[in-house]
């Protein structure tokens, strides 16, 4: 995932530095991923085709079981953005209405199971400010974003008692499930300043450190102590 989000980042940098005159109807996008209106990704596609769904085969994954496998297609083509509904029983809802097809436009919601999803265009990323003075803004902050992203350590949950004691969680993805309906569910999202927990289910069994999450969004440090779905965990960092 860091692999394809410097190689994004790469492109997005070159077309700011040597814009193709041929390549003016051509559009890149940007998807940023909300839960709970906290943003957990962004990430810019220089792709013709994007799939949006929970396998992590897809482009842009969301990992929760209110996201079908495979939940929608965007096709980019001809300074279009047009995004389709792959299974039915998965609902796409765009600004509050539910289609089966619809073009996109900058700033539009697409709301995913629990999650929201903002689109918008490299055009709009690139507005406003001369050429010049942008180029060099936007190529020393990403800079700075991959330099941070390149540098975050490796994390992960590790089950401290019951009959998988031992048992070592990798916290690889944008964001990890873990638990049970009914007996605690939680997020963990990847950020590029550490590594964030959220409760998708009020649960007064999700804690950390013995405190209960509710509905707060939580920063976890080294050694922290975790209780999801009647399990207690302990996370580190590698």
């Not at 047009?82 to 765009?94: A, E, G």
């Not at 922290?224 to 399990?231: G, P, S, Y």
Request: charged content about 20%.
């Amino acid at each position: 995932m860091l692999f394809h989000w410097f190689s994004s980042a790469t492109h997005f940098i070159t077309s700011i530095l040597k814009p193709e005159p041929d390549d003016l109807n051509e559009i890149m996008a940007k998807f940023t991923v909300l839960f709970k209106d906290r943003p957990i990704q962004s990430t810019i596609f220089d792709t013709r085709v994007i799939h949006i769904g929970s396998d992590s085969t897809n482009d842009l994954v969301i990992d929760s079981l209110a996201v079908a496998p495979a939940h929608a297609v965007v096709s980019l083509n001809d300074g279009l953005a047009v995004i389709k509904q792959l299974n039915d029983n998965f609902p796409l809802v765009i600004n509050n209405e539910v289609h089966k097809e619809c073009t996109l436009n900058n700033d539009d919601e697409i709301a995913i199971g629990k999650h929201k999803v903002i689109f918008n265009t490299i055009e709009t990323v690139l507005a406003p400010p001369p050429p010049e003075s942008l180029a060099s803004k936007d190529l020393e902050s990403l800079n700075e974003e991959i330099e941070t992203a390149l540098n975050i350590s490796e994390a992960y949950l590790q089950v401290m008692e019951g009959k998988h004691i031992g048992r070592v969680i990798p916290l690889k993805k944008g964001m990890t499930r873990i638990g049970h309906n009914g007996s605690g569910v939680a997020a963990i999202a990847k950020r590029t300043d550490g590594y964030y927990i959220t409760s998708l289910e009020n649960n007064d069994l999700l804690t950390v450190n013995n405190k209960p999450l509710h509905e707060q969004t939580i920063k976890l440090k080294g050694d922290d102590q975790v209780f999801i779905d009647n399990t207690p965990m302990q996370f580190f960092l590698d």
